[in-house]
């Protein structure tokens, strides 16, 4: 779907990109200046997470619109993690520490929420923001030591919230099973974000 304004993922990840490039969407990708912190503040309820996760996309896409120059639609995502123990998890320090998170998740259920944010600039510079957060329920069976070992020095946990990809980690044969959507877990929630995009795009921003 080629779009005019253009359409643009305020994100370097692939998994992200892929998402929408498979959905048929015609994109371009930015780094956004707003960097989210990579640990998260320690407990917070139901809602306030997911508030949490919508606010941190809100300020990526705004930061971005601020070096736009012309209309544009700014798509932005952030994904944090909540352990069975109600804390928040996000990307891992070092090895050792993402291998304190993988086995904390492991014969246990942990929630993904990822936060979306929307944002339409306008010819004039105004703006205008859509944005929601959705919740995946995730379950780790058992992993074996030498699974977990195996993976962590390929350092493919770095730079993913609760160190890993649900997709490459479920295509490795360990056995994680989601109720929700899961794309919610790889970053972009596309049952909720597909038909709210095509309608912003569709209308003109």
């Known amino acids: 779907m080629n779009t005019d304004p253009?359409?643009?993922?305020?994100?370097?990840?692939?998994?992200?990109?892929?998402?929408?490039?498979?959905?048929?969407?015609?994109?371009?990708?930015?780094?956004?200046?707003?960097?989210?912190?990579?640990?998260?503040?320690g407990h917070l309820g139901g809602h306030e997470a997911e508030d949490y996760a919508r606010s941190l996309a809100i300020q990526k896409a705004?930061?971005?619109?601020?070096?736009?120059?012309g209309p544009a639609t700014i798509l932005a995502a952030d994904t944090i993690c909540v352990d069975e123990a109600g804390a928040l998890v996000g990307k891992p320090r070092d090895r050792?520490?993402?291998?304190?998170?993988?086995?904390?998740?492991?014969?246990?259920?942990?929630?993904v929420?990822?936060?979306?944010?929307?944002?339409?600039?306008?010819?004039?510079?105004?703006?205008?923001t859509e944005s929601f957060a959705d919740t995946a329920v995730v379950t780790f069976g058992a992993v074996a030591s030498e699974q977990l070992e195996a993976y962590l020095a390929t350092e493919d946990?770095?730079?993913?919230a609760g160190g890993y990809n649900l997709f490459d980690r479920q295509a490795a044969g360990w056995p994680i099973t989601v109720v929700?959507?899961?794309?919610?877990v790889v970053g972009l929630p596309m049952d909720r974000l597909v038909p709210m995009l095509a309608s912003s795009l569709h209308s003109g921003g």
């Open 6 to 41: 253009p359409l643009i993922l305020a994100s370097q990840s692939p998994r992200r990109a892929q998402l929408l490039r498979e959905a048929g969407f015609v994109f371009e990708q930015r780094s956004p200046p707003f960097a989210d912190p990579d640990q998260p503040p």
């Open 62 to 69: 705004e930061s971005l619109a601020r070096d736009i120059d």
């Open 96 to 111: 050792e520490h993402a291998r304190a998170m993988l086995r904390s998740f492991v014969g246990c259920d942990h929630r």
């Open 113 to 128: 929420l990822s936060g979306v944010a929307l944002l339409r600039v306008g010819s004039n510079s105004e703006t205008a």
């Open 157 to 160: 946990w770095r730079g993913k």
């Open 180 to 184: 929700g959507d899961p794309t919610t």
